[in-house]
């Protein structure tokens, strides 16, 4: 038989908790003194208030455990895990697809924590990556405004709508209806002016070459509650973009502890500031979590899983991972499709091939195994290998090819020299 590497574990003094919003079931699982190689066990209900958690924490320590853990129940987990985290306890945050319960059995919270308790002990669970309290600060506020941007975005869309429903057309002649131009016409609209002409007069800059397209898409029905409805809409347009710069400022502040590792991150085309702080607020800058680049593209969802069987390999999909590290990598791949760079021409190479949703993961891969090595050597510097780097390596195997078939069918050494230059006439 083969020997494996894997050991026996058996973690002595463990608690699992089945989390709710209002309360929590504990089980705390110890060795029992009398009986060798048996278990004892206390299983407790305690609220999810501070005080209540504060007791349990001195339970957890009057009986020496060593290891707490817990399913990502929505956001309930938060207060407990950060609170116990920061009582001294190991925490561990366990995805619950992975300790799912066995069928067949009646499932109470009590069973749940028991049975999670079971399963820590002997060591069948792998802890969630939770990143270090500042990157949890800075996650937070990336996230926030992420979502904010989102929210401004859609209420935009609205705004779009509700022209098309006056049939005024000013996104179809203006690139952009909130610029200069397009703010001032909004603000005419809305004071009252409906004549198209004076309305397209408003133009500033180049749009003012289109003064006569513009008269025609400014000729619709707007009416006073569509001027209503635009003003509030451009109220909370107004009020987002300025919370969306606060919170800007807000991380700037957070994130000032790794420059260095938002410049590194910089310097990879598609890459800008703003992706570098999601980066680093979704993955941190410790990647000794990671062990290889390959880990960290298998948790983040952005690398297909194994799915064989009978000997065979069937397709599998790379699975659900974290949607706001998906959304960044989807903005970057966006940038890099639009540029003349090794990850811009190997997206269009895929995209061609294997179709555009292929080709966005499998970006977000490459993406991924550059920031893994630049994170994880602080010295590391990006080099971009050029959008030819595929056809100048196929040019070279070509070139190899031919060497090895004209060796072997004249029997001789070959060797390339230059080609001399014509001489000008």
């Known amino acids: 038989m083969e020997a494996t590497d894997e050991t026996v574990q058996l973690v002595e003094r463990v608690a699992a908790l089945d989390i709710g919003k209002a309360s929590l079931m504990a089980c705390i699982r110890v060795p029992n003194e009398r009986t060798a190689g048996r278990r004892r066990q206390e299983v407790a209900e ?48 366990l995805n619950a697809t992975h300790v799912k319960n066995v069928p067949g059995r009646p499932k109470t919270d009590k069973l749940d924590a028991v049975w999670l308790a079971k399963v ?5 669970c792998a802890p969630s990556f939770v990143p270090p309290k500042p990157i949890r600060r800075l996650r937070d506020l990336t996230r926030y405004r992420r979502s904010l941007i989102r929210d401004r975005t859609r209420e935009k869309q609205r705004l779009e709508k509700l022209l098309e429903d006056a049939q005024m057309k000013l996104s179809v002649v203006a690139s952009d209806m909130f610029g ?3 703010r001032a016409i ?51 347009v107004d009020a987002m973009t300025a919370d969306i710069a606060e919170v800007s400022t807000a991380i700037e502040a957070a994130i000032r502890p790794y420059d260095a590792q938002v410049n590194q991150l910089d310097e990879v085309t598609g890459i800008g500031v703003t992706c570098a702080q999601e980066l680093i607020a979704e ?15 298998s948790w983040a969802r952005f690398a297909p899983r194994a799915n064989q069987s009978a000997g065979k390999n069937k397709p599998a999909t790379t699975g659900k991972g974290n949607p706001w590290l998906a959304s960044t990598l989807g903005e970057i791949t966006a940038v890099l499709a639009r540029s003349d760079t090794f990850l811009g021409e190997r997206y269009r190479r895929l995209s061609r091939r294997r179709g555009k949703l292929r080709a966005i993961v499998a ?63």
């Open 186 to 236: 909004l603000a005419a609209l809305i004071a009252g002016q409906r004549d198209p002409q004076v309305l397209a007069e408003l133009a500033r800059g180049r749009l003012r070459s289109k003064i006569s397209q513009l008269r025609e898409a400014l000729t619709g029905h707007f009416q006073e509650h569509h001027a209503l409805l635009c003003a509030k809409m451009l109220d909370r």
């Open 363 to 425: 970006t977000g891969n490459s993406v991924l195994t550059v920031v893994w090595h630049l994170l994880n050597d602080p010295n590391a510097l990006y080099h971009d290998l050029g959008a030819d780097f595929h056809d100048t390596r196929y040019h070279q195997r070509h070139q190899h090819n031919l060497i090895i078939q004209l060796e072997r069918a004249t029997g001789q050494k070959v060797t390339l020299t230059a080609r001399d230059e014509p001489a000008a006439a």
């Open 46 to 93: 305690y609220a999810t208030t501070t005080g209540a958690l504060l007791r349990l924490a001195d339970r957890l320590r009057e009986l020496g455990v060593t290891r707490v853990a817990m399913e990502a129940t929505s956001d309930y987990w938060k207060p407990v895990f950060y609170l116990l985290e920061a009582e001294g306890f190991q925490c561990w945050l």
């Open 120 to 124: 820590l002990e002997r060591g069948m």
């Open 180 to 182: 200069v131009s397009g």
């Open 283 to 297: 993955l941190g800058v410790d990647m000794t979590v990671f062990p290889t680049a390959a880990h960290l593209a």
